[in-house]
């Protein structure tokens, strides 16, 4: 029962906090847009190449993502493993097919596809996918 509202809480947000694991094993934490497909327990957020999230994934890929209700009193954690899609290189290549994936699971429809996936190659995106193995927490 408590792990469904957990989940719900998870699914709920589009907006989280990422931790990783910096090389000297404290923790690094970002905000991050993120969305959660409850089926296939898996997260996914669009990060960049050559910031510290992404440098620590490719060093240590165990995460966690902390989702918080609105009034701050209720939340759940999702902990897993993650794995980053190549750098996006090209408007139509595999990553930047993921990265759309991912903004609509986020938001919706894009305005402009083709700025979205030029911006996606400027910024050096990449796709982030955690395969979620625990999730805690407290919903109230």
Known sequence: MQRDRQTELLAGSKLGTLATLKRDGWPQLSM?????????????????????????????PRVSLLARSADGWSYAVAEGTAALSAVAQDPHDDAVEKLVAIYRAIGGEHPDWAEYRQAMVQDGRVALTIAVHRVYGLVR
Not at 36 to 59: F, H, L, M, P, Q
Request: aromatic fraction near 6%; proline fraction near 0%; hydrophobic fraction near 35%.
């Open 32 to 60: 991050v847009s993120y969305a959660y497909d409850v089926d296939r327990d898996e997260i996914v957020a669009s990060v960049t190449n050559g910031r510290a999230k992404t440098a620590n994934i490719r060093r240590d």
